[in-house]
Nanobody
Framework: QVQLAESGGGSVQAGGSLRLSCTAS????????MAWFRQVPGKEREGVAT???????TYDDSVKGRFTISQDGGKNTLYLQMNSLKPEDTAMYYCAAKSPPTCGLVRGSYGYWGQGTQVTVSS
């Protein structure tokens, strides 16, 4: 059983930065696809970024060049560095995990989720 816990959310002005963290129970990094999703009320949860074995990453077009996903296997921690934040980045951000081989931005294939951390970007 994998348990995930996010932290690092908060309020920031447009153009600012935040770093989200996700700590996992057990040593899963390197053997699992990890991802960040986000959701605003009334909308579908959407994939933001993924990372898999070998450090291979994918990003949604809306965050490319601004967000960076990374992991620290020694600390069992996943990160999302968010720079140049925009008001449209405001959402609840979730950490998620799934087994290989696929590692995409589709919500339905992920079986493990954290409780989420709120990010609010003001203009």
């Amino acid at each position: 059983q994998v348990q995930l816990a996010e932290s690092g959310g908060g309020s920031v002005q447009a153009g600012g930065s935040l770093r989200l963290s996700c700590t996992a129970s057990g040593s899963i990094y390197g053997r699992t696809c990890m991802a960040w999703f986000r959701q605003v009320p009334g909308k579908e949860r959407e994939g933001v970024a993924t990372i898999r074995s070998g450090g291979i990453t994918t990003y949604d077009d809306s965050v490319k060049g601004r967000f960076t996903i990374s992991q620290d296997g020694g600390k069992n921690t996943l990160y999302l560095q968010m720079n140049s934040l925009k008001p449209e980045d405001t959402a609840m951000y979730y950490c998620a995990a799934k087994s290989p081989p696929t590692c995409g931005l589709v919500r339905g294939s992920y079986g493990y989720w954290g409780q989420g951390t709120q990010v609010t970007v003001s203009s």
